[in-house]
Nanobody, 115 residues
Framework: QAQLVESGGGLVQAGGSRRLSCAVF????????MGWYRQAPGNQRELVAS???????NYVDSVKGRFTMSRDNAKSTMYLQMNSLKPEDTAVYYC?????????WGQGTQVTVSS
């Protein structure tokens, strides 16, 4: 089992940067896939970025070149570095980890980008 706790959300101006962190309490090194999702009001939750246990990353087109996902197994933490933020990036961001085929979610952290 695992517990995920996000931090780093807040209010940022357009063009600014923010780094989200997700601390994993549990077997992070057994997570074969980890991801960051976001959900804006009235929208479905969407996958923003993912990283495999081998370190391969994928991003949704709307954040490519602006967001970078990484994981640090030694610190049991995954990160989402967000640069050049836009108002349309405003959403609740959730981290996710798949461990032994089970999905674990954080509680979410709000990111608001003002224009």
């Amino acid at each position: 089992q695992a517990q995920l706790v996000e931090s780093g959300g807040g209010l940022v101006q357009a063009g600014g940067s923010r780094r989200l962190s997700c601390a994993v309490f549990g077997d992070i090194f057994r997570a074969d896939l980890m991801g960051w999702y976001r959900q804006a009001p009235g929208n479905q939750r969407e996958l923003v970025a993912s990283i495999t246990e081998g370190g391969s990353t994928n991003y949704v087109d709307s954040v490519k070149g602006r967001f970078t996902m990484s994981r640090d197994n030694a610190k049991s933490t995954m990160y989402l570095q967000m640069n050049s933020l836009k108002p349309e990036d405003t959403a609740v961001y959730y981290c996710n980890a798949r461990i032994y085929g089970l999905n674990y979610w954080g509680q979410g952290t709000q990111v608001t980008v003002s224009s």
